[in-house]
């Protein structure tokens, strides 16, 4: 697969300078210890996820729980997630037939969902175990199950004691759900079975230059370096996934640098109004927003409160700020550096430096 393929990448040939994470991910799967990969969205963790799984070479359910709500959501992508799985599919369709709610008619998994959606999720995953050897299950982006948190973590418990050949990768924001996982208090049913933590982060500027003209010259394309230096300076911050963007509109569209860096921006700012629309559901817009449209530029605790209250025409107090920080931090739009509070992701700043209102 080309560097600038847009699918997520699923062998380990296909990626670039993840050599290290993939090694570890594969030991902590072959060991059957259970991992969690961090880092912001299009740093390339679902691509590390299925890359590292197919390395190791056990089957894989692979669970996209992108905009999934609640428990019943959960049973519906697993489902998807085991009829994709043709291999996995064959093994434990007497088992799934098996279930009450739950259908199979050739190669397809139908899953009604009769019995308690919680009940359903276990007994699915009892029929994923029920083969010889291990099986992988990834689920991707789990803290959009952060509202069910106290029902997945019962899941997760009953499957670390019953089945110990199935192991999870789980992929996400580095708080919320994530942390719930990682740090477990003694009354969680997860506490002392925490997955090991792997932090995927966006390229440095040298390997990022080399990910983009190792892709051109597999399209025999020449594009003078300095072009795609100005590229990674303006817009692109070595986040992998843009940079597949970029040079898949350099190389498979054929663009001239600064249409290919146009498109590319364009197109990061439509997943970003997406995003941050996701984001705000249920949450008090106008206060979030401010907080946004400041924190495009670095701010400290103190001009953050200052730039949300003079949007708000009253100053919030430090309980209202604490939340607003938590809530952003937990999706991964804002982290703390030394330099105050900001967005890291280019185009989420590009979207909301150039929105004139909030996304509904």
């Not at 799984?53 to 019943?72: D, I, R």
């Not at 969902?113 to 175990?129: D, G, M």
């Not at 795609?228 to 843009?242: E, Q, V």
Request: hydrophobic share 40%; proline share 6%; net charge positive.
């Amino acid at each position: 697969m080309p560097l600038f393929d847009l699918t997520p990448k699923e062998s380990r040939r296909a990626l670039y300078g993840r050599d290290a994470e993939v090694d570890t991910l594969v030991r902590l799967i072959e060991n059957g210890r259970w991992s969690v990969i961090l880092g912001p969205r299009m740093v390339g963790k679902t691509s590390l996820a299925r890359a590292g799984a197919q390395q190791a070479g056990y089957p894989t359910v692979y669970v996209n729980l992108w905009g999934v709500k609640g428990v019943a959501g959960l049973l519906t992508a697993l489902g998807e997630g085991v009829r994709s799985s043709r291999s996995l599919l064959g093994r434990v369709k007497e088992a799934l037939r098996r279930i009450e709610g739950v259908s199979v008619a050739g190669t397809g998994v139908t899953l009604s969902a009769r019995p308690p959606p919680l009940r359903s999720v276990q007994e699915v995953v009892n029929a994923i175990a029920s083969g010889r050897g291990r099986t992988v299950v990834i689920l991707d982006e789990v803290q959009e199950l952060a509202p069910s948190s106290g029902a997945l973590l019962k899941m997760l418990a009953h499957v670390f004691t019953t089945h110990p050949n199935v192991t999870f990768v789980f992929t996400g924001s580095a708080f919320g759900l994530i942390r719930t996982l990682l740090s477990p208090t003694a009354t969680s049913p997860l506490f002392g079975r925490s997955p090991v933590p792997i932090d995927l982060h966006p390229f440095d500027r040298p390997t990022s230059l080399g990910f983009l003209e190792r892709g051109c010259r597999e399209y025999r394309l020449s594009v003078d370096r300095s072009a795609l230096a100005a590229a990674l300076d303006r817009s692109l911050d070595g986040i992998p996934g843009w940079l597949t963007h970029y040079g898949n509109c350099l190389a498979v569209r054929r663009m001239d640098p600064e249409a290919a860096e146009a498109a590319t921006v364009r197109e990061g700012r439509n997943v970003a109004r997406d995003e941050v629309g996701h984001f705000l559901i249920g949450r008090d817009r106008t206060t979030y927003w401010a907080a946004l449209r400041a924190l495009c530029n670095p701010l400290s605790w103190s001009e953050l409160r200052q730039a949300v209250g003079a949007a708000r025409g009253s100053p919030p107090n430090d309980a209202t700020v604490a939340n607003l920080v938590r809530g952003l931090r937990e999706a991964g739009l804002v982290e703390e550096t030394d330099h105050g509070y900001h967005i890291p992701d280019p185009m989420i700043r590009a979207y909301v430096r150039g929105a004139r209102r909030a996304p509904r």
